[in-house]
C-alpha cells in the first residue's frame, strides 16, 4: 500500500524544511547564518525594493535578528556564499560550487546559440581582453567599460558586447560576483573568489547528479519527479528519471501520495523515513509572518496552489486597482497557512511604511487579535526596512477577492 501524507503533515513537513515552523529567533550572523541559508538551500536575488529585497526579506522572515550586513560578509570576507544561476540568481552555499562545475559547460552550450540571436555580434571577442584586465588589474564592474559600445536590438536586455561578454563569463563559471555596489556586480576570476577547497574540488557526473537529486527531495521533503529537477535546474529530466528509478529499487526513496489543499491526492517521491521526520517536528508555531514573493517555500506557484490552496499567480486581476498582482504583493503566512496578500511600500525617505492594501484569504477572519499581529508584524518590517511607522491608507483591508 501506497503511504499517503495527509495535507497537515504535508504543510509541516514543507515549511519546516523551509524553516518556516519554528519562531524566528536565534542568531542571524556568521556560521547561524550560513547553516539557515544551507538548511533552506539557497537564496533568491533580486532587485525588487517595494520594501526590502528579496534576499533580505526572505532571510528576515525567519530570523527576525538579521541584518543585511550579516550576509554581505559571508559573502564577500568570509566567503562561506556565493552567487549564481539556480532557476534565477542566487546566493548559495561555497560548498556547491563544485557541482556547479558541470552546469558551466552546459549553460555555455545552451548559451552560445540563444545569445547569438538574442545580442549583437561582437561580445565573444571581448572574452579574452576581459580576463586580462582582470587578471592585470583587478576587479571591474559593468561600467568600467565603456558606454559607446553598440548596443543590442531586440533582444531581452540592452546590453552593450562587455557586459554581454562579463555576463557570459560569469554564467560560465570564469568569473564570480566578488561583491555587490549597490545592485551592481563587481566581477573577479572565480579563483579569486571561492575558497580553494571548493574551488578546485572534482565532482564526477555521477555524483552531481545523485546530488542535485537527492539534495532537492531532502529540501522539499517530497517532491514530483519535475519539481527535484527544477529545484537546482541543474541536471535535465531524464537523468533526474534514471536516478529516481534507481533510488526506489536500492530503497533509498519510496512513492507516497500528498493530500492537497482541495483534498485531491498526488503521487510523489519521499525517503523511506519521513514518517519518523514528521513526528520529530516541533509544533507549527502560530506566528504571522510577512514572504517575500520569491521565497524558496512559494518559487514553485503550482506546488503553492497544490499544497496550501493559495494561488499567487501574476494573471489575477485587481479590478478596483486596475492592475494585477504580482510580485510586489506579499504573501501572508500564519502557523501552516497562507492567510492574505498585503500591498505595501517603504517610502524610505519619509520613513514610512505605507499599507496600500490586504486581501484576506477565503475564510479568514479579520478580527481584532489577527488585526494586531499583522499589525505588530509590520512595525517589525517597517524597523527592519529603516521606517519608524506603519501608515495604513484608507480602505487598506479589503474583502476577501474570489478568483
Known sequence: MVLTLCNTDARRLF???HALIEAPVGPAQGAALADLIARIGFVQVDSINTVERAHHMILFSRRHSYQPGALKHLLETDRRLWEHWTHDASILPAATFPYWKHRFARDADR????????????????????????????????????????????GWWDWHP????????????????ARRVGFQKVYDLAERVIPDTHYSADISHENMVAWACGSALDHLGFATAAEIQAYWNAVDKAAVTRWMQAAVLAGEVIE??????????????????????????????????????FDPALRDRARAEFLFGFHYRIEVFVPEANRRWGYYVFPVLEGGRLIGRIDAKAYKSERILRIKAYWPEAGVAMGLGRRQRLDAELQRLAQFSGCDQVDYLPGWLRDYLPL
Open 15 to 17: 515549511l519546516h524544511r
Open 111 to 154: 548559451l552560445r546559440g540563444n545569445w547569438q540571436r538574442w545580442f549583437r555580434d561582437g561580445y565573444d571577442a571581448q572574452f579574452e581582453t576581459i580576463l586580462r584586465r582582470i587578471q592585470d588589474h583587478g576587479p571591474v564592474t559593468c561600467s568600467d567599460f565603456s558606454q559607446d559600445e553598440p548596443r543590442s536590438k531586440g
Open 162 to 177: 562587455s557586459k554581454t561578454a562579463l555576463e557570459w563569463l560569469w554564467r560560465t563559471g570564469h568569473l564570480a560576483i
Open 256 to 293: 507516497v501520495a500528498v493530500e492537497g489543499a482541495n483534498g485531491a491526492l498526488k503521487p510523489v517521491f519521499a525517503r523511506p523515513d519521513i514518517t519518523q521526520k514528521i513526528a520529530e517536528i516541533p509544533d507549527t508555531l502560530q506566528k504571522l509572518r510577512i514572504l517575500s514573493p
